[in-house]
């Protein structure tokens, strides 16, 4: 094999198909990334771990062409710190030769043999815009589990039906529910996936254009695909069945409060420096005013006063700060609005556009009262 590529498209390719490498691969060669070099002037990256494989492809000006796989984790590092010239690649027996001006590297090569085989992305399900798909996807994985042990809860559920796809999240203590328009192949396609939420948040922050969405259950192994811009990522879907959490969006709320997004995600932000760990703030609506409260007795304590449109019955609630911040962040609506029923029962926030009118339930972000 022997090449040259920019140096700029090199390390971003490479550093975009090592992201998915293993911490701690079940065999050695998974630690690899595998380089395809075809002569007809691509150049062509993939990394595996038999759960999610990553695929990207750029031009190069190749002279011979052929198959390496080299240490991904190395040859990022190195292509991060090679100099803006154009880079050559050789393979030299079982080495790789890197240069690049003046520098040079050698690598050693691990056997092509033992990498499996990558999985194939399956026929396109449908496409969404990058940029809607990517918001929807942050104000989602939020809401994901960090627990391991509980496999189904760091997933979110893809939800499509026709043109309508729906994404749902929850760790228990508060559930997020995204709904967006996409451009199906078929005006009657149904499916559900449960995908990795990291899975999901490296993809959607990574891609660009359209991104083509392949869903496939072929051969016993259900799998979801991404690709736009010469880059494809696969994943296999996690089991098992989700919780019905649906259920949890009240049917009504005699109580409402519309607050501007900015002033009170700045406020939350202040009060909470004194909060302390797991301990909630409490949230006092009256009519006009919220007042936001934390720590109490010797210890620090914080309260700030901003305006508030409340409608119905005053009401007192303790919130995780950090749950009331991350959903504050995630809204794209000038006006949040939170709804109530009583004290102890889920709140459920969303966005509206102007202090009065209706909210937007394309996003709606439940979460768990706690009590003060």
Not at 245 to 267: G, N, Q
Request: hydrophobic fraction near 45%; charge should be negative.
């Amino acid at each position: 094999m022997k090449l040259r590529v920019d140096r700029d498209v090199l390390a971003e390719a490479v550093t975009w198909a090592a992201r998915s490498l293993p911490q701690r691969p079940a065999v050695p060669v998974l630690a690899g990334l595998l380089l395809e070099a075809d002569p007809a002037g691509a150049l062509r990256f993939a990394s595996f771990d038999y759960e999610v494989s990553a695929k990207v492809e750029v031009a190069a000006d190749v002279s011979d062409g052929g198959q390496v796989l080299v240490s991904g984790k190395l040859l990022a590092d190195i292509c991060k710190a090679l100099p803006a010239a154009p880079v050559e690649m050789t393979t030299n027996g079982s080495k790789v030769d890197v240069t690049c001006g003046s520098s040079r590297f050698t690598l050693m090569s691990m056997p092509v043999d033992e990498y499996p085989a990558l999985p194939e992305l399956p026929d396109s399900s449908g496409s969404v815009p990058a940029d809607v798909f990517s918001e929807a996807v942050s104000q989602v994985t939020l809401a994901t589990s960090r627990d391991d042990t509980l496999p189904i809860l760091t997933g979110v559920r893809v939800e499509i039906e026709g043109e309508k796809m729906t994404l749902l999240a929850t760790d228990r203590y508060r559930l997020a529910v995204r709904e967006l328009n996409w451009r199906p192949a078929r005006p009657d396609l149904s499916a559900v996936a449960l995908v990795r939420g990291r899975t999901l948040s490296d993809v959607a922050k990574t891609l660009g254009g359209d991104v083509t969405v392949a869903l496939s259950s072929e051969g016993g192994r259900e799998l979801i695909g991404f690709s736009s811009s010469g880059r494809q990522t696969t994943s296999l879907l996690v089991e098992g069945e989700y919780p019905k959490v649906r259920s949890l969006f009240p049917d009504s709320a005699p109580i409402h409060a519309v607050i501007e997004t900015a002033p009170l995600l700045e406020a939350v932000r202040r009060v909470a420096l004194v909060a302390e760990r797991n301990t909630p703030i409490r949230f006092s609506f009256t009519e006009g005013t919220v007042t936001l409260e934390a720590g109490a007795g010797d210890d620090a304590q914080a309260s700030e006063a901003i305006e508030a449109t409340v409608s119905g019955d005053d009401i007192a609630v303790g919130f995780n700060p950090s749950f009331v911040i991350e959903g504050l962040a995630a809204l794209t609506s000038p006006y949040a609005r939170f709804s109530f029923t009583t004290p102890m029962k889920p709140v459920v926030m969303t966005g509206q556009a102007e202090a009065e009118g209706d909210d937007d339930l394309g996003y709606r972000y439940l979460i768990m009262p706690i009590r003060i």
